[in-house]
């Protein structure tokens, strides 16, 4: 499959569906590529991802935009930690 991404010049996140996040400072996160939303509030936004789960941890987070692709975060964004999901 490495071959074929070089040859057809594809990123990895969009062949193997990983996930993508780009931040904007503290004060935005858009992720690409998760499964579902598993928990929000105000102070914990909690994806699940192919990898695992992603937990993100601030104040005042809100998810002002969603698809099924990417969702974007705002708000005082103070960590993000991604949880392993168990091996098989």
Known sequence: MGK???MLELPGETVFR???VILTGK???LIENYRSILSCTREQI???TASGRMVISGKRLEIVNYTKLEMCIRGRIE???LE???KK
Do not use: F, P, Y
């Open 79 to 81: 960590s993000m930690i």
């Open 27 to 29: 004060r935005q996160a």
């Open 18 to 20: 990983e996930t993508q």
């Open 4 to 6: 074929i991404m070089k």
């Open 84 to 86: 392993e999901g168990r």
């Open 46 to 48: 909690v994806v699940l």
